[in-house]
C-alpha cells in the first residue's frame, strides 16, 4: 500500500510532479473546463438562479427507511428580540446512545449560540407555541439525518445553514459514523491514517475551489462518504454573496489513491458500505425508555395515579395509543391485584409504572416498618400483576417527611402541577389548570379513576402537542438527572 502522497504515473512517480494531469482527470469527471453540473446543484453566474445546497450523491446500497429502530423529531426556537429563529430536524437511532448523544451536544452547542444571551443557556420553552417548521428566511436551519447504511454501519449528515436577511447564507456539514455493533461513533476524519490526511486534504482542495467559482470555498475533511467501489466523496461549502445561497460542492477521489489513504476504521466502513447488508439492527430500549432529550425538546410528563381500574384505565390507554403519548401510572397494590389484567395492558402499551403504596396510607403516620411494609407489597402485587418492579414511588397526598424519605428506599416522585381533576371531577376547571400551569419539564398528576380525568384527556393532550410539548415517561423526562432513593423530585432540572 503506498502513501497517499506519492500518485503512481511509473512505480516511482512522485504524485505531485504529476498533479496537474490527476486533478485534469478528476475535474473531467465532474465537470471538466466547463461550469460544473453536479447533480442539483447551481452555481454562481449558472442561468438556473440562485444555488440551494445540494447533498452528496449517496451509493445506490442506501435506501432510507431500512434504518431500523430510527424516528425523527423536530422545534423551531424563537430566539428572541432582534435575533433570528432557528429551526432543527433530527434523526435519533433507538439503541445507539453514543450516536444519540453526539447529536444532541452538536444541537445544544448551536442553539446555545444563535439562541441565549451571551453565556446563557438555551431553554426549550424557546421552542413552544412555533410551528414545526417556517417558510425559507432569515435564521438558522440545523438537520441530522442517515445518509448511507448499510451493515453495522450508519452514516449521519450534520448540517446548519444560516441565512441573512440580506439572503447571503453560509452552509456547513460534517458527517458522523456510528457502528450498531460497537457503539462507536466516528468523524469522517477517522476514516483516513494520519499520515493522509494532508495528501487527500490537498488533492480534493484543488478540484473543489477549480469548481467553486469566484467564490473560493475552504476544504476540509468533515463531510465525506465512502462509495462501494471504494472511491469517496469530499464535499465542502462554498460560500454565499449577497442574494445567493451557500452550495455544497462534491469532488470524488478515486478508490486508488482513496484506499490506500483509508484507517483500519475506514477500511471496516467501506466494507460494511460494500457488502450491501441489510442493517444491523442495534438493541431496542425498554418500552418507555426510548432516548429524548428534554433539554432541547419542551417536556413534560402525564402521571396517573390510584389505578389500575378495570373501566376508565383502558379507556385512558386507547387515548394515550391515538395520541402517540407515553404516561407513567403510579399505581396501588391493591388495585393491581384486584385487576392484574388491566395492569399488565399499561405496561404491554409500553407504559411505566410506579409504586404508589398497597393501600393508600398517610405514610407519614406510619413508622419506618410500616412504610417499607407498604411499599414491599405494592412493589410484589404489581409485579406479579406486570412482570415489572417499579423504581421510583408517589406518597399518597405528596406526604413525605424525612422519615419517610429515609425509609422508601426509592427516588420520590411528586408534581409540578396539581390538576385537582379528583377535586373538581370537571374538564373544564382542571384543563385549564393544567394548561396555565405547566412548564417544560413539569410533572403532571392527575388520576385515572375518574370518568371526568379521562373525558378531558383528548382536549388537554392536543392543546399540550398543538403548544409543541412533548409527553413523556418519567424516566423519558429525567433521562441523564440521576434520581437518588429517598429525594423528592417534582420536575426535571434546567440545564446549567
Given amino acids: 500500500m503506498r502513501h497517499l502522497s506519492y500518485l503512481r504515473v511509473g512505480r516511482k512517480a512522485a504524485a505531485w510532479r504529476v498533479a496537474a494531469p490527476v486533478l485534469a482527470a478528476l475535474l473531467l469527471v465532474i465537470g471538466g473546463d466547463q461550469s460544473p453540473t453536479i447533480p442539483g446543484e447551481s452555481f454562481i453566474g449558472a442561468p438556473t438562479g440562485p444555488a440551494t445546497p445540494a447533498a452528496s450523491p449517496v451509493p445506490p446500497s442506501w435506501e432510507f427507511g431500512t434504518v431500523p429502530n430510527a424516528y425523527s423529531m423536530s422545534l423551531t426556537a424563537d430566539a428572541g428580540t432582534g435575533r433570528q429563529p432557528v429551526t432543527a430536524s433530527w434523526t435519533y437511532i433507538d439503541g445507539l446512545p453514543g450516536l444519540n448523544a453526539q447529536i444532541d451536544s452538536w444541537l445544544l452547542d448551536i442553539l446555545d449560540a444563535k439562541t441565549a444571551p451571551a453565556g446563557g443557556r438555551y431553554r426549550p420553552a424557546m421552542a413552544l407555541s412555533t410551528p414545526p417548521g417556517r417558510a425559507p428566511g432569515p435564521g438558522t436551519t440545523l438537520t441530522a439525518q442517515p445518509v448511507q447504511a448499510s451493515g453495522t454501519v ?22 458522523v459514523y456510528a457502528d450498531t455493533g460497537t457503539g462507536e461513533v466516528h468523524r469522517a476524519a477517522d476514516l483516513f491514517r494520519p499520515e493522509s490526511l494532508s495528501g487527500i486534504r490537498s488533492l480534493a482542495a484543488e478540484a473543489v475551489n477549480h469548481n467553486a467559482g469566484p467564490t473560493p470555498a475552504e476544504t476540509t475533511l468533515s463531510d465525506v462518504l465512502l462509495n462501494d467501489d471504494g ?3 469530499v464535499s465542502t461549502a462554498r460560500p454565499g454573496i449577497k ?13 486508488t489513491d482513496a ?8 477500511l471496516h466502513v467501506l466494507s460494511q458500505i460494500r457488502s450491501r447488508a441489510p442493517v444491523a439492527a442495534a ?8 432516548h429524548i432529550n428534554c433539554d432541547i425538546i419542551p417536556c413534560a410528563s402525564l402521571t396517573y395515579d390510584d389505578g389500575p381500574d378495570p373501566k376508565t384505565t383502558p379507556q385512558l390507554l386507547g387515548i394515550l395509543k391515538e ?13 393491581a391485584s384486584a385487576n392484574p389484567g388491566t395492569a399488565k395492558q399499561v405496561t404491554d402499551a409500553g407504559h411505566t409504572v410506579g409504586n404508589h403504596t398497597f393501600s393508600h396510607p398517610n405514610l407519614t403516620k406510619l413508622s419506618a416498618a410500616g412504610v417499607r411494609s407498604e411499599i414491599d407489597r405494592a412493589g410484589a402485587a404489581i409485579r406479579a400483576a406486570t412482570g415489572t418492579l417499579p423504581t421510583f414511588m408517589r406518597p399518597p397526598y405528596g406526604a413525605a417527611n424525612a422519615a419517610v424519605q429515609g425509609a422508601v428506599g426509592m427516588p420520590l416522585i411528586l408534581w409540578s402541577v396539581d390538576s385537582l381533576d379528583w377535586l373538581s371531577k ?13 412548564t417544560p419539564g413539569g410533572v403532571v398528576i392527575m388520576h385515572d379513576v375518574h370518568a371526568t380525568t379521562i373525558a378531558g384527556q383528548d382536549e388537554l393532550i392536543t392543546t399540550l402537542q398543538t403548544r409543541g410539548y412533548h409527553l413523556v415517561t418519567v424516566q423519558e423526562l429525567f433521562e441523564g438527572t440521576p434520581l437518588t432513593p429517598g429525594r423528592i423530585y417534582r420536575s426535571r432540572p434546567e440545564r446549567q
Fill in 154 to 175: 450508519i452514516v449521519f449528515r450534520e448540517t446548519e445553514k444560516d441565512t441573512a436577511p440580506d439572503g447571503t447564507s453560509t452552509l456547513t456539514a460534517g458527517t
Fill in 231 to 233: 472511491a469517496i466523496q
Fill in 243 to 255: 442574494n445567493l445561497e451557500s452550495a455544497a460542492v462534491t469532488v470524488t477521489v478515486g478508490a
Fill in 259 to 266: 484506499g490506500s489513504a483509508l484507517s483500519d476504521f475506514g
Fill in 283 to 290: 438493541p431496542a430500549s425498554p418500552p418507555g425508555l426510548r
Fill in 323 to 335: 395520541k402517540n403519548v407515553s404516561a407513567t401510572f403510579f399505581m396501588q397494590g391493591t388495585n
Fill in 426 to 438: 370537571n374538564p373544564a376547571v382542571f384543563v385549564p389548570k393544567v394548561l396555565k400551569e405547566i
